[in-house]
């Protein structure tokens, strides 16, 4: 057997490094993203933390391409230059084809789901400023849920009373009842004023003024900077009110029924007054998630413990509940041991919601029967909401926290939820279903989510 000559053996050698730069070619697609830098896996924090970074690629790395990245054609030509390979996956299968060899797919990329979102509990505040009823089920109005803050408590002027003035009002609970037709009268509407230490008082609703025997004169009150026509309920509650919160002068009014109070201006693509609030402060719907309230009750625990190291007494942790945020829908994930966690303030994020959509796995039991025929009720995020000093309030004890607590939730806040400003917990919505619709407790709620994930995704 013959060696190689001299000559012979350039020649391999030369091969052999020809073949070394196909296969260096051939993983450039694999250990580069499509911009030319290492591919990585960016991890978004919740408001007020920090994102991060997974994967093989080091920090070295993108750097190193950081000042001037390829663009995608470029580092797909530069590749196939290398491997002597077409410069494109098209061109890459016809290849293959003409070589009578079937292109593999590429592998089909990780389906994350999203956890699976539901609604927790319902609260309807009949009178703005008092005291939450939750109900298992509510129905959407043309200026919210049904009996949400469609009663006001007004001064000897006219002007709104909340929490802020009359922290007792957070002991104050009404709620609506509704009489049936019976010979001793029409029925309607009763609301029920509760507190304790004081009898209840029934006051038949009087939803109309002016214009009949019995029949208040229209009267016009004032929220914020919206004068609102209302109908004034009457002595006996106004006595009643007075008495409770030793606030001489008040007057219990309802809205009238065609009182128009548009919402917020902007962030909701729609023409001026295309959607009305009620009593609310500025739209008719409010959205909380558990796992945020969590969140920040852990934040407000290392913030006091970080204020009592560094002080001579200890600084109490306040441990809020919802009830002192004040919505109407809280959400939660849902139920069951494969359930993802909600992460904290993802609803942030959020742009529509789609409450009671039939899931897949339910279209698939029905074989596109019941579930079909389901409308969900559809919110629109309007626009995250900023928070006042109400929050600080004991709901229980109608009384406000001690300084170096309530300090603690205006630090903790200031640190991870403060946009310019203000502060911001929670999220309010608008509705772009009918009237009549109904949503429950244990709803599905299907997101979308704004497009670049920026926090505020409403229109």
Not at 5 to 32: I, N
Not at 260 to 286: K, M, S
Request: hydrophobic share 45%; with cysteine; charged share 20%.
């Amino acid at each position: 057997m013959a060696f190689p000559s001299p000559t012979d053996r350039r020649w391999m050698w030369a091969v052999a490094g020809f073949a070394a730069g196909l296969s260096t070619g051939l993983l450039l697609p694999a250990l580069w993203g499509p911009t030319g830098e290492p591919t990585v896996e960016v991890v978004p924090g919740a408001p007020g933390g920090e994102g991060g970074e997974v994967g093989s690629a080091t920090a070295a790395a993108k750097e190193a391409v950081a000042d001037d990245p390829p663009t995608a054609p470029a580092v797909a030509a530069a590749g196939a230059a290398v491997a002597g390979a077409p410069a494109s996956p098209a061109a890459a299968d016809a290849s293959a084809a003409e070589d009578g060899v079937t292109a593999a797919p590429p592998p089909a990329p990780v389906a994350r789901s999203p956890p699976t979102v539901r609604i927790s509990s319902l609260t309807l505040y009949p009178i703005k400023s008092c005291a939450g009823v939750s109900v298992p089920s509510a129905t959407v109005s043309s200026r919210g849920f049904v009996n949400d803050r469609a009663f006001l408590i007004v001064d000897f002027t006219g002007r709104f009373l909340t929490q802020r003035k009359l922290p007792r009002l957070a002991l104050l609970t009404p709620t609506v009842r509704v009489e049936p037709p019976s010979p001793m009268g029409p029925g309607g509407d009763v609301l029920v004023l509760a507190a304790p230490g004081v009898a209840p008082l029934d006051v038949p609703v009087t939803p109309v003024a002016g214009g009949g025997k019995g029949r208040p004169p229209p009267v016009e009150v004032v929220v914020w900077r919206d004068t609102v026509a209302a109908v004034d309920q009457g002595d006996a509650a106004a006595a009643w009110l007075a008495a409770f919160l030793e606030q001489p002068g008040v007057r219990l009014v309802r809205m009238a029924n065609d009182a128009r109070r548009p919402v917020g201006p902007g962030f909701t693509n729609g023409p001026p007054g295309a959607f009305q609030v009620a009593f609310a402060d500025r739209y008719p719907w409010l959205l909380a998630s558990e796992a945020s309230l969590a969140d920040l009750n852990d934040r407000m625990a290392a913030e006091a413990a970080a204020i009592t190291a560094a002080a001579a007494e200890p600084v109490a942790a306040p441990v809020f509940d919802m009830r002192r945020f004040r919505p109407n829908v809280v959400v939660a994930a849902a139920d069951g041991p494969d359930a993802a966690p909600l992460p904290p303030w993802v609803e942030d994020t959020w742009k529509r919601l789609s409450v009671g959509a039939p899931t897949a796995a339910a279209a698939a039991a029905t074989d596109g029967g019941a579930a079909d025929a389901a409308t969900p009720v559809v919110f629109r995020v309007a626009e995250p909401c900023d928070r006042c000093k109400v929050p600080t309030l004991r709901p229980d004890e109608g009384a406000f926290d001690a300084p170096a607590v309530a300090d603690v939730y205006h630090r903790t806040m200031d640190k991870t939820r403060r946009v310019g400003s203000k502060v911001m917990f929670g999220m309010n919505l608008v509705c772009d279903s009918a009237v009549g619709a109904t949503v429950s407790v244990g709803d599905i709620v299907s997101v979308e989510a704004a497009p670049n994930g920026d926090a505020n995704g409403g229109d």
